[in-house]
C-alpha cells in the first residue's frame, strides 16, 4: 500500500520557522521526486518545493525561495521542508506528492503518481 504521511503542521506566529515531514512507503523512493504543494483558502493548488530522489535537484516557487529547505532522508525514506521566516500568505493546506518527473511540482499538475493527506499551516501576523 502506497503512503505519503505528511505531519509538522501547527500554528506559528510571522516571522516563525516550521518543519514538516513527509514519509513515504509502498513505492520505490529513489525513482521518484517528493515534495510539496500547498492550497490557501479560494486558490488553486500550487506546487512551492520538490525534491529527487536519485539525483538531489530541487525545485522552489518564487514564493518560498531563500526562506524555504527542501531535503532529503533516503535511508529514512522521508523528505523535510524546513520552513523558516513565515509569513501570513504562507497560510494553507500542504501536501505531500510524490512524481517521477520534478517538473510537475511546477505550478499545478492534476496527474501526480501520489499524494498524502494534508497538513494544516497556519501563520499569524
Known amino acids: 500500500e502506497v503512503q505519503l504521511q505528511a505531519c509538522g503542521g501547527g500554528l506559528v506566529q510571522a516571522g516563525g520557522s516550521l518543519r514538516l515531514s513527509c514519509a513515504a512507503s509502498?513505492?520505490?523512493?529513489?525513482?521518484?521526486?517528493i515534495g510539496w504543494f500547498r492550497q490557501a483558502p479560494g486558490k488553486a493548488r500550487e506546487g512551492i518545493s520538490a525534491?529527487?530522489?536519485?539525483?538531489?535537484?530541487?525545485y522552489y516557487a518564487d514564493s518560498v525561495k531563500g526562506r524555504f529547505t527542501i531535503s532529503s532522508d533516503n535511508a529514512k525514506n522521508t523528505v523535510y521542508l524546513q520552513m523558516n521566516s513565515l509569513k501570513p500568505e504562507d497560510t494553507a493546506v500542504y501536501y505531500c506528492?510524490?512524481?517521477?518527473?520534478?517538473?510537475?511540482?511546477?505550478?499545478?499538475?492534476?496527474?501526480?503518481?501520489?499524494w498524502g493527506k494534508g497538513t494544516q499551516v497556519t501563520v499569524s501576523s
Open positions: 509502498g513505492f520505490t523512493f529513489d525513482d521518484y521526486a
Open positions: 506528492a510524490a512524481d517521477p518527473e520534478i517538473h510537475h511540482f511546477r505550478g499545478w499538475w492534476d496527474g501526480m503518481d501520489y
Open positions: 525534491i529527487s530522489s536519485s539525483d538531489g535537484s530541487t
